[in-house]
Structure formats: structure tokens, C-alpha cells
């Protein structure tokens, strides 16, 4: 196993600019996800790794090995793909058999190994049929055993979920985090599904646009985003953003004015942030609390929640209730915050402004 | 009631796949099934000099033909080098085009693409040029006085003394007469392999041959154990399609046999000797011709047959997608 260190890593097709400056450490035998919207860099930062593509600067390292220059085939990684990327004229047991078929591994070996991780992903019996006699979820898995059997260094996946429906996402997810424990491998793991990452990773590192937004282990993550953009993508329904007036360092939304104990410049703009499920929706403003009067516009009752949509000064924000929650739409209501979970963040830079 | 009856014909299952299917059997019918028939029955006349009145309905010896062809093929020594011409430059040139096909799909595939089109574009030239053009063209290079490019050029380095006529002298042959037809041939053939090689190539998908990398394949495993397996049906159609089109072709053949450049009978392969019989005026044999064409065919027939066979097409049937 190895740690994977990226220094200043830039990476461009022609004139795009795929990753910019990225300065990455994934830990030895941690769990590392990757998460980023469509196009923000994911695929490109995992086939770097791999030796696919080279960078256009910078300096890759496993462990104390400067690898940059290193082809694919000299840096012993696994990479499971999204599409799979299963050899459709190779049988299941030869695409597994296939990385070891090239380092001339003896046969009786390679035949030892392959049972081997075949039964640990629970495929034995599939292992004389071709890629297009199987299933969605039946390919995943050879896919990734085939990426297991040569004991990379490096263990890579790119989406390896999501082309499987929910349930079995759900499922196997669950059995690729005990896999990765077991196996005690390092893994890099890419996905813009935010919880995928919240349910697998030891540390996620948020990408958009092929710059890092922040490295953080999930709870801090989802607790502390570093800026607007990663409040905006974790969490489900996501954090509730808006945009506010300072009014002599105090901040002034949908009619009524908060005093926030925190330093806050006497005037100008600022970005009010806070989780659905942070605050609550009553009658009345509550002691501690950040209190702002707003009208229920949509009730969606999900059976062990119900999802409120609630009109603030003009803007909509989403705050979840209890199953008993008694609102319909027309309702004058609070929304409530608890100080302590107010976020904000410098409509400027995105940045979080710490208080 | 019959069109009741062309109706529900035309709405059945069977009855669209007629539909479909009609123009093409139409087309094969007219044009390859009409005429092979025909030359088959003329092979069953003593038919020549084109006296169609007087002998195209004389069928009272029907396999004459074919005896004075067996007797002229193993008896007859020109006739004798004609099939060995044949033999090997229809073998020869398929391995030139076949493997050269495949290795250029292969370089163009792997190499940068702002060079691989210029390249690609370049070995389709001679594809694009005038036979008449494209064979004077190599009609000029071996030519066998000292103004041949090839003589001026080895004369001018030493390695020949005195201009050599490349195609025609007896010390040469039958290679040089073969060399310079598999050469003349295989140049145009190639690009042909090249084409659909190389979009077979580009329609194997990125991640695929990115898997092999990671898996740890060199480029030669690459070719070996994904590049090749993946395009392999189209190996076996081109290899099919260039042996049919080796026997029959004739036209560059015809040529430089007629410009003297390549010696008459090594030069002479079964299709440019069924079109001399036939229509030159030595022979005007239209019968014996018929015959020889016939031989031809069945041969093209069974070997494209045997070659499916070989490189496994049954296995290469794709079943159908559900029910159609
Ligand atoms: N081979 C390439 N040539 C040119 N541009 C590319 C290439 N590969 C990626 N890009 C560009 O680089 C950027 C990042 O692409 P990348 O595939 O890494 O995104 P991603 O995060 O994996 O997206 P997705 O979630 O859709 O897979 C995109 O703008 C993409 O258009
Ligand atoms: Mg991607």
C-alpha cells in the first residue's frame, strides 16, 4: 500500500484547463472520495494517477517514488471504470486473468488467484460466461475484481456506481466500504454523488472546475464547508443560501434584523447560510435563535419527515420537520436557527467567514 | 381477393422481410446471377468468334470446354505458368494487404492524430488514381532501359552495371514478373484494409484500451490481446473480400502485360487469361472462356467458403437482439 502525493498538478487539453495547481495527499490505506460535479476534473485527477495521462506540470509521488513519468503498466494501480470497460471476447475468468496473464504469472497461480477474488466478490459462478451476459451490478463486480486480483497499490474508481439502480447502490456500497477495510488498501474513490461520499469516504476532497474546494473528513465536510460552493452541493435537500444586507453589523433578512454574536463588518453584503435540517419552523421565534418570519408555500411529506418550502423576503428556502408537523401552505410561520448553526460566507470569494 | 391476399402478404412478418430484401435480390439477380448462368450455359457451347447463330445452341458436346481446359492446364506450359501465377499472386498480394492493411491501421491508430490523417491520406493516392495513370506511373519505374527510375536510380549508385528489364528477363523470372504485380497490386490494396481496420480500431471503446494500459499492457500486448481479438471479424471480412477481389481483378495486370513491361504467361494470372481467350483476337474463344470463368468462380466460391470457415464467422454471428 502507498500514500499518493500530488504537487502542483495542472493539467490541460489544449486550452482547457482540466486541474489546476492541485496539491493532494491520499493517505495509506484510507478511503479517499472524490467528489465533483459533471466536468469538474474527477476522471482526469484518477487517470493521472494511473499514469494515463501525464500532467502538464507538476510531480506525482507513490510514497518517496516520483512516478510522474512512469507509463501505466509500471505503477501497479487497479482502476475500475465507469462504463466497466469489461474485453467483451474475453470470458469472466479471462478479464479477471488478465493482468496476471500479462506479468506471466504461472497458471496454476494465476488460476489460484482468480478463484480467490472471485469468491470474495461473490462471482464464482459467473466466471465462464462473456461481459454481455451479465448484469449492470454482475459487471461492476468483475470490474473491480479484476482491478483487485494483481494487489495494486493503489485501488481507483471511477463512479463504479452509477450505473446500478439505487437499491443496489445502496447495497454494494456498503460492501465496497468492508471490502476496503478488510483489504486495508488505499482507495480513491470519484463520485458527484454527495452521498455516496458522506457514506464511504475517511476524507473527501470537493472539486469543482478542476480547482480543490476543501479536504476533509465527512463530518467537517458537511459541518464546516469551507465555502459557498461546498455548502451548496452536500447535503440533501441542500444547505439554504441567502443573500443578506448588513445593517451596522447587523444582518438584515426578510424584513426582520438578526444580531449574530460574531464580528461582522458595519455594512455591505453578506451570505446567510443554514441546513434544512438544522432549523425548525414554529409559530413563534424562539429564545437563541436566529427567528425570521416567512409563509409555507409547499408541504412535501416524505412519510419520516415532512420537506417544508417556506418564502423568506421574496426567496425560497427548504427546512425539514417532524412527521407531526402541522403546516399548510398560507401558514405565518418562523423559521428558526439556532445561532450556533448559522453559516456565512463572503459573497465575494464564497469564502466561509469563521465567527 | 388477390390483392386481400398481396395485402396481408406485405403486413406478415415474412412478407416485410420480402419487402425489404427485394431490391437487393432484385439487383443480384439482374446483375451477378443472370450473367453467371449465362457463362455457365456458354461454357456448354463450342461458342467463338462470337458466331452466336451457329453455335449457341450446339450442345451436343456440353463439357468440351472443360476437357480442352484440364487437357490445356496440364498439358500446355504457358497455361501451367498462368495457374502458378495465379496461385501466388493472388496469396501473396492478399498477405501484403491483409498484414500491410492491418499494420497501417495499427500505426495510424496509435500514432498523433494531426499525423495520422496526413499518413492515412497518403496511402489512399494510388486508390484515387486513374489505373491507366497509376499503372504508367510503375510502368515508368521498372521500366527496362536505363531511363526506368528504379535502373537510374541503382545505376546511379553502383549496384547495377547495366539497365535490367525488371519484369521480362529470363534470369528473373518468375519473380520478377510476380514481385512487380504483387507490388503494383498490394499498394492499391492496402489502403483498402487500412480504412476499415482503422475505424474498427477507433470504435473500440477509449476505456477499453485504457483498462489494458492500467492491467499493465505494452504496446504489443495491447495489439495482440485487445486491439486484434476486438477487430477481428473485420480481419476475416477483408481477408474474404480481397481473395475474391484478387481472382477476378485484371485491369493494372492487363496493362503492363500489354505494355510489355511484365512477361506474357508469368505476368498472366486466371482472370486476365479467361478476358485474352475470350476477347483478344489470337483466341476469340468465348466458350473455352466461359468454361475457365466458371472454374474461376466455383474457386472463389470454395475458398471464401473455407477462409469463413477457418477464422470462425460462425462464432463471429451475433445473436439477434430479442425477438425481431
Ligand atoms: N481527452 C480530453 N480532451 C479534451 N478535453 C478533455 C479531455 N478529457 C477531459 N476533458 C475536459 O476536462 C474537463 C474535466 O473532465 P473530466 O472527464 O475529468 O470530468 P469529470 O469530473 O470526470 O466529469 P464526469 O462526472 O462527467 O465524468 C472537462 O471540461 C472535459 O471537457
Ligand atoms: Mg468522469
Given at each position: 500500500?502507498?500514500?499518493?502525493?500530488?504537487?502542483?498538478?495542472?493539467?490541460?487539453?489544449?486550452?482547457?484547463?482540466?486541474?489546476?495547481?492541485?496539491?493532494?495527499?491520499?493517505?495509506?490505506?484510507?478511503?479517499?472520495?472524490?467528489?465533483?460535479?459533471?466536468?469538474?476534473?474527477?476522471?482526469?485527477?484518477?487517470?493521472?494517477?494511473?499514469?494515463?495521462?501525464?500532467?502538464?506540470?507538476?510531480?506525482?509521488?507513490?510514497?518517496?517514488?516520483?512516478?510522474?513519468?512512469?507509463?501505466?503498466?509500471?505503477?501497479?494501480?487497479?482502476?475500475?471504470?465507469?462504463?466497466?470497460?469489461?474485453?467483451?471476447?474475453?470470458?469472466?475468468?479471462?478479464?479477471?486473468?488478465?493482468?496476471?496473464?500479462?506479468?506471466?504469472?504461472?497458471?496454476?497461480?494465476?488460476?489460484?488467484?482468480?478463484?480467490?477474488?472471485?469468491?470474495?466478490?461473490?462471482?464464482?459462478?459467473?466466471?465462464?460466461?462473456?461481459?454481455?451476459?451479465?448484469?449492470?451490478?454482475?459487471?461492476?463486480?468483475?470490474?473491480?475484481?479484476?482491478?483487485?486480483?494483481?494487489?495494486?497499490?493503489?485501488?481507483?474508481?471511477?463512479?463504479?456506481?452509477?450505473?446500478?439502480?439505487?437499491?443496489?447502490?445502496?447495497?454494494?456500497?456498503?460492501?465496497?466500504?468492508?471490502?476496503?477495510?478488510?483489504?486495508?488498501?488505499?482507495?480513491?474513490?470519484?463520485?458527484?454523488?454527495?452521498?455516496?461520499?458522506?457514506?464511504?469516504?475517511?476524507?473527501?476532497?470537493?472539486?469543482?472546475?478542476?480547482?480543490i474546494q476543501q479536504k476533509a473528513p465527512p463530518k467537517k465536510i458537511y459541518e464546516e464547508p469551507a465555502n459557498l460552493f461546498v455548502a451548496g452541493f452536500i447535503g440533501n435537500p441542500p444547505t439554504n443560501l441567502l443573500k443578506a444586507r448588513l445593517v451596522d453589523g447587523a444582518i438584515e433578512l426578510g424584513g426582520s434584523r438578526i444580531t449574530i454574536p460574531a464580528r461582522l463588518p458595519r455594512d455591505g453584503y453578506i451570505v446567510v447560510g443554514f441546513r434544512p435540517e438544522h432549523a425548525s419552523v414554529d409559530a413563534e421565534p424562539l429564545e437563541n435563535h436566529a427567528s425570521i418570519p416567512g409563509e409555507v408555500y409547499v408541504v412535501e411529506d416524505m412519510g419520516k419527515e415532512k420537506i417544508l418550502t417556506i418564502i423568506i423576503g421574496g426567496e425560497m428556502v427548504k427546512v425539514i420537520a417532524p412527521p407531526t408537523a402541522e403546516f399548510k401552505p398560507g401558514d405565518k410561520v418562523y423559521v428558526n436557527i439556532?445561532?450556533?448553526?448559522?453559516?456565512?460566507?463572503?459573497?465575494?470569494?464564497?469564502?466561509?467567514?469563521?465567527? | 381477393?388477390?390483392?386481400?391476399?398481396?395485402?396481408?402478404?406485405?403486413?406478415?412478418?415474412?412478407?416485410?422481410?420480402?419487402?425489404?430484401?427485394?431490391?437487393?435480390?432484385?439487383?443480384?439477380?439482374?446483375?451477378?446471377?443472370?450473367?453467371?448462368?449465362?457463362?455457365?450455359?456458354?461454357?456448354?457451347?463450342?461458342?467463338?468468334?462470337?458466331?452466336?447463330?451457329?453455335?449457341?445452341?450446339?450442345?451436343?458436346?456440353?463439357?468440351?470446354?472443360?476437357?480442352?481446359?484440364?487437357?490445356?492446364?496440364?498439358?500446355?506450359?504457358?497455361?501451367?505458368?498462368?495457374?502458378?501465377?495465379?496461385?501466388?499472386?493472388?496469396?501473396?498480394?492478399?498477405?501484403?494487404?491483409?498484414?500491410?492493411?492491418?499494420?497501417?491501421?495499427?500505426?495510424?491508430?496509435?500514432?498523433?492524430?494531426?499525423?495520422?490523417?496526413?499518413?492515412?491520406?497518403?496511402?489512399?493516392?494510388?486508390?484515387?488514381?486513374?489505373?491507366?495513370?497509376?499503372?504508367?506511373?510503375?510502368?515508368?519505374?521498372?521500366?527496362?532501359?536505363?531511363?526506368?527510375?528504379?535502373?537510374?536510380?541503382?545505376?546511379?549508385?553502383?549496384?547495377?552495371?547495366?539497365?535490367?528489364?525488371?519484369?521480362?528477363?529470363?534470369?528473373?523470372?518468375?519473380?520478377?514478373?510476380?514481385?512487380?504485380?504483387?507490388?503494383?497490386?498490394?499498394?492499391?490494396?492496402?489502403?483498402?484494409?487500412?480504412?476499415?481496420?482503422?475505424?474498427?480500431?477507433?470504435?473500440?471503446?477509449?476505456?477499453?484500451?485504457?483498462?489494458?494500459?492500467?492491467?499493465?499492457?505494452?504496446?504489443?500486448?495491447?495489439?495482440?490481446?485487445?486491439?486484434?481479438?476486438?477487430?477481428?471479424?473485420?480481419?476475416?471480412?477483408?481477408?474474404?473480400?480481397?481473395?475474391?477481389?484478387?481472382?477476378?481483378?485484371?485491369?493494372?495486370?492487363?496493362?503492363?502485360?500489354?505494355?510489355?513491361?511484365?512477361?506474357?504467361?508469368?505476368?498472366?494470372?486466371?482472370?486476365?487469361?479467361?478476358?485474352?481467350?475470350?476477347?483478344?483476337?489470337?483466341?476469340?474463344?468465348?466458350?473455352?472462356?466461359?468454361?475457365?470463368?466458371?472454374?474461376?468462380?466455383?474457386?472463389?466460391?470454395?475458398?471464401?467458403?473455407?477462409?469463413?470457415?477457418?477464422?470462425?464467422?460462425?462464432?463471429?454471428?451475433?445473436?439477434?437482439?430479442?425477438?425481431?
Amino acid at each position: 500500500m502507498v500514500e499518493v502525493r500530488l504537487e502542483n498538478v495542472t493539467k490541460k487539453f489544449g486550452r482547457v484547463v482540466a486541474l489546476r495547481d492541485i496539491n493532494l495527499r491520499f493517505r495509506d490505506g484510507k478511503f479517499t472520495v472524490v467528489l465533483g460535479p459533471s466536468g469538474s476534473g474527477k476522471s482526469t485527477l484518477l487517470y493521472l494517477i494511473a499514469g494515463i495521462y501525464k500532467p502538464t506540470r507538476g510531480r506525482i509521488y507513490f510514497d518517496d517514488k516520483d512516478v510522474t513519468n512512469l507509463p501505466p503498466n509500471k505503477r501497479n494501480v487497479g482502476l475500475v471504470f465507469q462504463n466497466y470497460a469489461l474485453y467483451p471476447h474475453m470470458t469472466v475468468y479471462e478479464n479477471i486473468a488478465f493482468p496476471l496473464k500479462l506479468r506471466k504469472t504461472p497458471q496454476r497461480k494465476i488460476d489460484e488467484k482468480v478463484h480467490e477474488v472471485a469468491k470474495l466478490l461473490h462471482i464464482e459462478e459467473l466466471l465462464d460466461r462473456y461481459p454481455h451476459q451479465l448484469s449492470g451490478g454482475q459487471q461492476q463486480r468483475v470490474a473491480l475484481a479484476r482491478a483487485l486480483v494483481k494487489e495494486p497499490a493503489v485501488l481507483l474508481l471511477d463512479e463504479p456506481l452509477s450505473n446500478l439502480d439505487a437499491l443496489l447502490r445502496v447495497k454494494i456500497r456498503a460492501e465496497l466500504k468492508k471490502l476496503q477495510e478488510q483489504l486495508g488498501i488505499t482507495a480513491i474513490y470519484v463520485t458527484h454523488d454527495q452521498a455516496e461520499a458522506m457514506a464511504l469516504a475517511d476524507e473527501i476532497i470537493v472539486i469543482h472546475r478542476g480547482v480543490i474546494q476543501q479536504k476533509a473528513p465527512p463530518k467537517k465536510i458537511y459541518e464546516e464547508p469551507a465555502n459557498l460552493f461546498v455548502a451548496g452541493f452536500i447535503g440533501n435537500p441542500p444547505t439554504n443560501l441567502l443573500k443578506a444586507r448588513l445593517v451596522d453589523g447587523a444582518i438584515e433578512l426578510g424584513g426582520s434584523r438578526i444580531t449574530i454574536p460574531a464580528r461582522l463588518p458595519r455594512d455591505g453584503y453578506i451570505v446567510v447560510g443554514f441546513r434544512p435540517e438544522h432549523a425548525s419552523v414554529d409559530a413563534e421565534p424562539l429564545e437563541n435563535h436566529a427567528s425570521i418570519p416567512g409563509e409555507v408555500y409547499v408541504v412535501e411529506d416524505m412519510g419520516k419527515e415532512k420537506i417544508l418550502t417556506i418564502i423568506i423576503g421574496g426567496e425560497m428556502v427548504k427546512v425539514i420537520a417532524p412527521p407531526t408537523a402541522e403546516f399548510k401552505p398560507g401558514d405565518k410561520v418562523y423559521v428558526n436557527i439556532p445561532y450556533r448553526r448559522i453559516m456565512l460566507f463572503d459573497p465575494e470569494t464564497g469564502a466561509r467567514i469563521e465567527a | 381477393m388477390g390483392a386481400e391476399r398481396l395485402r396481408s402478404f406485405l403486413t406478415s412478418r415474412r412478407g416485410h422481410l420480402a419487402f425489404f430484401l427485394a431490391p437487393a435480390l432484385t439487383l443480384i439477380t439482374i446483375f451477378y446471377l443472370v450473367p453467371l448462368i449465362l457463362s455457365i450455359y456458354i461454357s456448354l457451347t463450342p461458342l467463338k468468334y462470337w458466331q452466336l447463330n451457329r453455335y449457341l445452341t450446339d450442345l451436343s458436346h456440353p463439357l468440351e470446354n472443360y476437357y480442352r481446359l484440364f487437357y490445356l492446364v496440364t498439358h500446355h506450359p504457358d497455361i501451367g505458368k498462368v495457374v502458378i501465377t495465379t496461385i501466388v499472386f493472388t496469396g501473396l498480394t492478399l498477405v501484403v494487404n491483409v498484414v500491410g492493411g492491418l499494420l497501417l491501421a495499427l500505426a495510424t491508430y496509435l500514432m498523433e492524430e494531426r499525423f495520422s490523417l496526413f499518413y492515412r491520406t497518403l496511402w489512399l493516392l494510388p486508390r484515387m488514381t486513374p489505373i491507366a495513370v497509376y499503372s504508367l506511373l510503375w510502368y515508368y519505374f521498372f521500366h527496362g532501359s536505363r531511363f526506368g527510375i528504379l535502373n537510374s536510380i541503382l545505376l546511379s549508385l553502383g549496384v547495377i552495371h547495366k539497365p535490367v528489364w525488371w519484369g521480362v528477363d529470363e534470369k528473373l523470372l518468375p519473380w520478377g514478373a510476380w514481385m512487380i504485380l504483387v507490388y503494383v497490386n498490394g499498394l492499391v490494396g492496402v489502403s483498402f484494409g487500412m480504412i476499415i481496420f482503422y475505424s474498427a480500431l477507433r470504435s473500440i471503446p477509449r476505456e477499453q484500451v485504457m483498462a489494458a494500459r492500467v492491467d499493465g499492457a505494452t504496446t504489443t500486448q495491447l495489439i495482440r490481446y485487445v486491439l486484434i481479438p476486438s477487430i477481428k471479424w473485420h480481419i476475416v471480412f477483408v481477408t474474404v473480400w480481397e481473395l475474391l477481389s484478387l481472382l477476378t481483378t485484371y485491369a493494372h495486370i492487363f496493362l503492363l502485360v500489354e505494355w510489355g513491361l511484365i512477361d506474357k504467361w508469368w505476368g498472366t494470372t486466371w482472370a486476365l487469361f479467361v478476358f485474352n481467350t475470350a476477347f483478344t483476337a489470337q483466341a476469340l474463344d468465348q466458350g473455352l472462356a466461359a468454361a475457365a470463368a466458371t472454374v474461376l468462380v466455383a474457386i472463389g466460391l470454395v475458398l471464401g467458403l473455407i477462409t469463413l470457415k477457418i477464422m470462425g464467422f460462425k462464432e463471429l454471428m451475433i445473436e439477434p437482439r430479442g425477438e425481431l
